[in-house]
Every structure is written in C-alpha cells, then in structure tokens.
T-cell receptor
Framework: KNQVEQSPQSLIILEGKNCTLQCNYTVSPFSNLRWYKQDTGRGPVSLTI?????NTKSNGRYTATLDADTKQSSLHITASQLSDSASYIC??????????????FGKGTHLIIQP | DADVTQTPRNRITKTGKRIMLECSQT?????MYWYRQDPGLGLRLIYY???????NKGEISDGYSVSRQAQAKFSLSLESAIPNQTALYFC???????????FGPGTRLLVL
C-alpha cells in the first residue's frame, strides 16, 4: 500500500530561523511529489513539484529536495517569517493511471513561527 | 474572484438532517474532488468525478453522495448527518492525472 509519512508532526521556531520538514514515501511507480502550504482556515496551495529527475527546486525562501533512491523529500524554509505559519502537506503521485489521480497524501507538518 | 468557491463556508446542523455542500469552479477543469480533513488524519478522498457523467467513490464514501450538475459544479450531500461527520470539507479541481490540485476555501461543518 502506498504511504507518505511526514515529520515532525508539529514544529515551533522563532522568526528568522531556518527549518526543514521531512517527507518519506513508499509510492510506486513514482511520478511526482508536491509540497502544499495550507494557511489556517484556507485550502492547500501548491508550493512546488518535484519529478524523478529533479534533486532540488526553489520557490523564494522555500527549497525542496528529492532523493528518489531513498524515497525522501525535504522542504527547507530559510529566514522564516510569521506568514510561514501553516500546515505543510506532502503529496506523492504515482503513474499507475488508476484511481482518483494516484495521489497519496501525508498528514502534514504544523509549523508555528513565533515572533 | 476565486477559481474554486464553496458554499456555505460554515454550517451547523443536527443529527439526522440532510445537508448539501456546493462547489463551483471557473478553472475549466473536468476533474473535481471532495475531501474531508480531520485533525491528525489529513485529507481523505470522499468522491471524485472526471466529467459530468462520471462519478467515483473515494476511500470514505459511506454516508455521502454527490451530484455533478455541470462541468463547473459538484455538490456533496450528507443524507442523514451524524456527529462523526463533523469536519472541514474541501472541494478541489485538477487539469490532468497527477496534476496540481486547486482547492476551494473549505466548509467547516459541525453536526450536533
């Protein structure tokens, strides 16, 4: 069964500090991995997509990495801001062509930035 | 204007009542989805539809039904609401298989 595990479940850091969120998956065959940001009271929004051949991708202060061999991804946030407080959800897509969209969702990491 | 809208945004109902949650989109996507989100459980798929004549059950469809009235409209009904259906409900669309999901703002439902 395809699974996506995220860690930590929750994280509190001070404004201006860096942090890294982890996503481990057992999804086969792998197609892509997306990180979503969900602000409180709102729907998730896609931050970045990683495909099999990509190791690193940046979106402003967010940098995602992918190690397809170990089936791990990380999301690094640099110089955190109060607006980074949100839940971050890792979603992995297979390319089996079956089901809804071959999507497996992680349960998310709840990040709180303190001033 | 938002690409994916949901109504109502908040709803309180009583056990046994029938309620409908509505979703509309202007993205022109054929693929639409209903999810529920519970603390500690993440997003779980209830139903999905790839066009007006296509309706499919997700992993937690029991107690729910859907209607795809048009390409842009996808409604979720709770036939007889029960307290464990208290959750945050999201509608989403996507353009392609495995593509990015575009979520609505969510409906917060409380069943008493």
């Amino acid at each position: 069964k395809n699974q996506v595990e995220q860690s930590p479940q929750s994280l509190i850091i001070l404004e201006g500090k860096n942090c890294t969120l982890q996503c481990n998956y057992t999804v086969s065959p792998f197609s892509n991995l997306r990180w979503y940001k969900q602000d409180t009271g709102r729907g998730p929004v896609s931050l970045t997509i990683m495909t099999f051949s990509e190791n690193t991708k940046s979106n402003g202060r967010y940098t995602a990495t992918l190690d397809a061999d170990t089936k791990q991804s990380s999301l690094h946030i640099t110089a955190s801001q109060l607006s980074d407080s949100a839940s971050y959800i890792c979603v992995v897509s297979d390319n089996s062509g079956g089901g809804a969209d071959g999507l497996t969702f992680g349960k998310g990491t709840h990040l709180i930035i303190q001033p | 204007d938002a690409d994916v809208t949901q109504t109502p945004r908040n709803r309180i109902t009583k056990t046994g009542k029938r309620i409908m949650l509505e979703c509309s989109q202007t993205k022109g996507h054929d693929r639409m989805y209903w999810y529920r989100q519970d603390p500690g459980l993440g997003l779980r798929l209830i139903y999905y539809s790839f066009d007006v004549k296509d309706i499919n059950k997700g992993e937690i469809s029991d107690g729910y039904s859907v209607s795809r009235q048009a390409q842009a409209k996808f409604s979720l009904s709770l036939e007889s609401a029960i307290p464990n259906q208290t959750a945050l409900y999201f509608c989403a669309t996507s353009e392609t298989y495995g593509g990015a999901q575009y979520f609505g703002p969510g409906t917060r439902l409380l069943v008493l």
